[in-house]
T-cell receptor, first 112, second 113 residues
Framework: TQLLEQSPQFLSIQEGENLTVYCNSS?????LQWYRQEPGEGPVLLVT?????EVKKLKRLTFQFGDARKDSSLHITAAQTGDTGLYLC????????????FGTGTRLLVSP | GAVVSQHPSRVICKSGTSVKIECRSL??????MFWYRQFPKQSLMLMAT?????????EQGVEKDKFLINHASLTLSTLTVTSAHPEDSSFYIC?????????FGPGTRLTVL
């Protein structure tokens, strides 16, 4: 059972456009992480959000954690071809080993 | 950031053979490592949690006798796919936990003929 649903599943845009990826769940998470994955490689951590309502910015990327800590969004401003990749959200539940539950993924293609 | 390596990066084997994949944390010690499986164009699915010095914890539906995990030291966990079959072909990714962050390895592409 996939607890985290991402939308859209696939997004193809032109360089310079803005986009938002959503990560939704009915479950509460103690923290939520966003990763970007290139083909044939492991995921690379972009950001971790912990507090409900938290907003973090990483250059052109803005991440928001929902007030109830059940959902998150990733907004990219003025997308570049280098932003192409698979974006994954992952939620941590409970304490201890902090198992991650991964979202369904959003594949982004930015064309020149 | 912390670095996690995997070896081999690619492996092709015949059906019925066993394959071992290594996951190493290079610059930190990890009491907990995780093994994931990823099918083409899909997300990561957690297979098991590897705990140093104790038995691994497997997710529901994952056969522990087929996917043997050994976490013998604070920097090394191994996943052995026993009696591999074509349906075991996949991208296997490990991660190692440092504090509240998981750092992922580059993955191992397993192809079973």
């Amino acid at each position: 059972t996939q607890l985290l649903e991402q939308s859209p599943q696939f997004l193809s845009i032109q360089e310079g456009e803005n986009l938002t990826v959503y990560c939704n769940s009915s479950s509460v998470f103690s923290s939520l992480q966003w990763y970007r994955q290139e083909p044939g490689e492991g995921p690379v951590l972009l950001v971790t959000v912990v507090t409900g309502g938290e907003v973090k910015k990483l250059k052109r990327l803005t991440f928001q954690f929902g007030d109830a800590r059940k959902d998150s969004s990733l907004h990219i401003t003025a997308a570049q071809t280098g932003d192409t990749g698979l974006y994954l959200c992952a939620g941590a539940q409970g304490t201890g080993f902090q198992k991650l539950v991964f979202g369904t993924g959003t594949r982004l293609l930015v064309s020149p | 950031g912390a670095v996690v390596s995997q070896h081999p990066s690619r492996v092709i084997c015949k059906s019925g053979t066993s394959v071992k994949i290594e996951c190493r944390s290079l610059d930190f010690q990890a009491t907990t490592m995780f093994w994931y499986r990823q099918f083409p164009k899909q997300s990561l699915m957690l297979m098991a949690t590897s705990n140093e010095g104790s038995k691994a914890t497997y997710e529901q539906g994952v056969e522990k006798d087929k996917f043997l995990i050994n976490h013998a030291s604070l920097t090394l966990s191994t996943l052995t796919v026993t009696s591999a079959h074509p349906e075991d072909s996949s991208f296997y990714i490990c991660s190692a936990r440092e504090a509240d962050t998981q750092y992922f390895g580059p993955g191992t592409r397993l192809t079973v003929l």
